[in-house]
C-alpha cells in the first residue's frame, strides 16, 4: 500500500503565492511519477503539472510561467510552487504518485495513488 498526502493549501489573494506539498510514504517499490491535478465546482478536472523520477515536467499551458514543480526523489516527495496566483486557479488539488507497492516479496502492478486533495482559493 501507497499513502499520499497533501498539504500547503488555503487562502490567497489574486496575486499571492502558495507552496503545496506532496509526500508518498508505505510500501513503495517504484514511483515514476508524481504530479497534480486539480478540479473547481463544474469544472473538468486537469494536469497542472507533473514531474517523473528523472525530472521530466510538464505543465498545463493555463500555468505555465506561474507554477513550478519540483521534487526531492530521496523524500518521496513533489512539490508546486504557485505564484501570481489568479481567481480561476480556485480548485482542489490533488496530487498523485504513479507508482507500484510491494508486500512481501510481491510487487503489485504499477498504478495512481491519490491524496485526499487540498483546496485552494484565490481570492479576488
Known amino acids: 500500500q501507497v499513502q499520499v498526502v497533501e498539504s500547503g493549501g488555503g487562502l490567497v489573494q489574486t496575486g499571492g503565492s502558495l507552496r503545496l506539498s506532496c509526500a508518498a510514504s508505505?510500501?513503495?517499490?517504484?514511483?515514476?511519477?508524481m504530479g497534480w491535478y486539480r478540479q473547481a465546482p463544474g469544472n473538468q478536472r486537469e494536469l497542472v503539472a507533473a514531474?517523473?523520477?528523472?525530472?521530466?515536467?510538464s505543465y498545463a499551458d493555463s500555468v505555465k510561467g506561474r507554477f513550478t514543480i519540483s521534487r526531492d526523489n530521496a523524500k518521496n516527495t513533489v512539490y508546486l510552487q504557485m505564484n501570481s496566483l489568479k481567481p480561476e486557479d480556485t480548485a482542489v488539488y490533488s496530487c498523485?504518485?504513479?507508482?507500484?507497492?510491494?508486500?512481501?516479496?510481491?510487487?503489485?502492478?504499477?498504478?495512481?495513488?491519490w491524496g485526499q486533495g487540498t483546496q485552494v482559493t484565490v481570492a479576488s
Open positions: 498523485y504518485a504513479d507508482a507500484s507497492s510491494y508486500s512481501g516479496a510481491y510487487t503489485y502492478r504499477r498504478h495512481d495513488y
Open positions: 508505505g510500501s513503495i517499490s517504484s514511483i515514476y511519477g
Open positions: 514531474i517523473t523520477t528523472g525530472g521530466t515536467i
